[in-house]
């Protein structure tokens, strides 16, 4: 089974999300911030990590750069959503596909399956 990271500060989008990927077959973790996702990772290596980009205490730029430089964590696929402009941040993290939000479920899960099956070819 594999296992997906969700971290968002804002609860209710967390929970929604957690149920779905749940729903798909999904075993899943949460984290509100970046700092509570870098301590989830370190008791369950993540298959995927789908985070929010502006959130309190870490935000996604941060934990994204820290998941990058750790040797343990080489290969965990990395999905961020954001309400801003996600063009912008494309061409900032070149490398890392982004949900525009509001997103909807079908658009979600594509990009999910996407970023765990381009892990699977590796």
Known sequence: MET?????DEQGILEALADLLREEGYRVL??????????????LRPDLVLTD???????????IKHI?????????????????????????YPGIPFLQKPFDIPALMKQVRKALDGKRAL
């Open 30 to 43: 949460t984290a509100s911030h970046g700092r509570e996702a870098l301590a989830r990772m370190s008791e």
């Open 68 to 92: 990058r430089t750790e040797p343990e964590w080489k290969g965990v696929s990395l999905l961020g959503m954001s309400a801003v402009d996600v063009g912008a941040l494309r061409a900032e």
């Open 53 to 63: 980009w502006m959130m309190p205490v870490m935000d996604g730029p941060a934990l």
């Open 4 to 8: 997906v990271l969700v971290v968002d």
